[in-house]
């Protein structure tokens, strides 16, 4: 059965163009946690060093993921959408240590076998995912003191936990809709926690200057020991 989450990320590929072929600094390939272009910081979050391994959970048309294979990691993204990959396979066909599936983000990790030195999220497969069922899932595929760190927009005030999120489709169609969590950063913080992550740290990122005024939701984790996460000292 088709999976109506992956249509409507095809429907949200038609709209979004291609990364662009270079950012403020002149380079072809460039980390972004936000939905401003050269803005925020960048890879340096995950602390990785070449030859690490390092999964995007909803890699979109993989910008952030072929940088990464760049600098030498092996980088693997997921994504559920179709358009969005070949979008991704078309860019950057010419980067090495790149992988590409489809894949819901909790399917791929239960399939899986391997384990990763960090993984992330931008505006992905954590937004969209329930965390009840996501962290745990992340915990057990990170390497010991592996990182986990994800972007997304901040919860409106008041509106916290399971949200409903619209994308247009055609003049005569309804709008597909997708499921996505919202919560504070504090509330974040404890989640993370118990579910066994250790040097919890979230905030949000002010917007650039301007007439913006929504920040960027960042938040970093590292996977605590099996002794952590039952709560034994």
């Known amino acids: 059965m088709t999976d109506a989450r992956s249509a409507a990320w095809d429907t949200y590929s038609r709209g979004k163009p291609q990364r662009r072929r270079t950012n403020a600094k002149g380079e072809t390939t460039w980390f972004n946690w936000s939905q ?5 910081p960048g890879a340096e979050v995950l602390a990785l060093r070449p030859g690490d391994s390092v999964l995007d959970l909803g890699c979109g048309s993989g910008g952030n993921t072929a940088h990464l294979a760049t600098l030498g990691m092996t980088s693997v993204g997921v994504d559920l959408s179709a358009k969005q990959l070949d979008k991704a396979r078309e860019r950057w066909s010419g980067v090495g ?4 599936h489809q894949s819901d983000a909790l399917a791929y990790l239960g399939s899986s076998s391997r384990a990763f030195d960090a993984m ?8 969209f995912t329930d965390p009840a069922l996501l962290l745990p899932a992340v915990h057990a595929h990170l390497k010991p003191s592996g990182v986990f760190t994800f972007s997304q927009r901040p919860p409106v005030e008041g509106c916290y936990g399971c949200q409903a999120s619209y994308i247009p489709r055609g003049p005569d169609e309804d709008p597909a809709v997708v499921k996505r969590w919202d919560y504070e950063p504090g509330a974040w913080e404890l989640i993370l926690k118990e579910h066994g992550y250790v040097d919890v740290s979230a905030s949000v990122i002010p917007p650039p200057s301007g007439s913006r005024r929504t920040g960027t939701l960042l938040v970093r984790a590292v996977r605590g020991s099996r002794a952590a996460r039952s709560g034994e000292q």
């Open 36 to 40: 401003y272009p050269d803005h925020g």
């Open 97 to 100: 240590g790149m992988e590409l």
């Open 120 to 127: 992330y999220s931008v505006f992905g497969a954590a937004w």
